[in-house]
């Protein structure tokens, strides 16, 4: 946040002040913070991440081997009273607006998009902090200002959009590149706005399965239609009204993503792409540089089961990892 620091650790320091607060909380709070015109949403519970067997073996140490090898984030967390592995519980991103610019090269995505960071947290602290960093030096990139009784920090960087933070209350935060949607956000805690979203969307949230150790939900932009128009097999995508996903981490990992159909005809065309990338993915298998890294990609093929049901209209593409094959996922990871 000030000009000393570097713009991989301002944008971290961003995201630790938008991703300041939450104790579980059950899908229809959360509901009610999200923009009218939400599109995607992607949830990540941290608190049951934390708590998994796999988390505390394969990732947590590495996070907090590069946590600690950064002075400049461990001591703003210490000057706030903050331990990301106790104090976090969940990070929900909603995504509005999504466009694809397609001018001039490859496709540009860009949207609006607003966090919502649950937690535990000395407010007074976190904003004393910042308010130091600011003093310090960090007066042109960071603007703090009030709404109603409580400050709203506007974050710039060269380039990019900015980012405007609010803590809603001693357990919430929200930020965005959107003032007026941060605005409206806590309005709708404070009951003075409409807390819903379109009807496609709030039909789809109500399918996801928010227990889970991250959690999504797509209403299909109409952005993502047009581009997939003329490219092979974009027809399917026609067929297609939505998708929720989760992720599960125990002793491995399991990943689920569920498409919804407009009809049985789409069923089964979502259903042969699906088969199609399977059948690749196993070719990959054979193709590997290695035969170590060919038996990883034949590990995790062989946990792709796909499932459709005509009456609910909905294809299951369903990936079980078991601990053993992500290890070797990480160590490769590592590696490169």
Known sequence: MCPTLSAWTRRSMCLLLAAVLLAPAPARAQEKLLPENTEMVFSFNLKTMVESPLFAKQIQPKI????????QIMGVMKAMGFDPFKDLTSITVAVSGFQVDLAGGPPRPDAETLIIVRGNFDVAKIEASVNSLVAAGGQE??????LGSRNLYEVKEVGEKSMYACFVDGTTMVAGTAKDEVEKAIARHEGRGPATQKKEFTTLLAKADTRQAMWGVIS????IRTLMQGAPQGEVFEKVEGMTMFV???EGVIFELNTFATDAAGVEQIKQMMEQVKQMAGILSLQAQDPESGKMISDIVSGITIGDSERDKVVSLRIEIK??????IMK?????
Do not use: H, W
């Open 323 to 328: 601990g053993s094959v992500f290890e070797q």
């Open 141 to 146: 990139r960071v603007i703090t200002s009030k």
């Open 64 to 71: 907090k081997e590069r946590l600690d090898a950064n002075t």
């Open 248 to 250: 599960s981490i125990k």
């Open 332 to 336: 490769r990871m590592n590696q490169n």
């Open 220 to 223: 299909l932009p109409e952005s």
